[in-house]
């Protein structure tokens, strides 16, 4: 079986500045994100992004805007070296509706873990929110809660 490191979206891999990113001149990739990840694909790691886009329900944007962002997302990663396996992300609000795949919930990385035979056991969750925490766990993977906007290279420390 395979691992892999999920990763939020906002706040872990592009800076949050505690509103909705999806213009592109709003889009910044952390510092030490890059660097975290090359490390992580060393040691044999997929990387696989889990995201609440729940802005799409809300009409705060559409869902092409999250595709150009994660386009932009796979590609920043592509040229570094480390692609991404997968970007899963809940296009729900719980204001408005109900679902199964919205963070706390743990579907998103269940059917990941499934697609691609990965052993939850070994495989980790970097989020900055709570609701990261309680989705990996949820679905027996280690979380691993990080303060918005800080990848700091200490982070592979809790990695095996
Ligand atoms: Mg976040
Ligand atoms: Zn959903």
Known sequence: ???????????????DPDDYIYRMEDFRFLDNLFEIAKEVTKRGYQIIVITNQGGINKKRYSTEDVERIHAHVEKGFKENGTPITEIYYCPHHSDLQKCMCRKPGSLMVERALAKYNIDPSKSYFIGDKQRDIVCAEGAGVKGIKIDVNQMKLSILEQID
Request: glycine content about 6%.
């Open 1 to 15: 079986m395979k691992k892999a490191i999920f990763l939020d979206r906002d706040g872990v891999i592009n800076y």
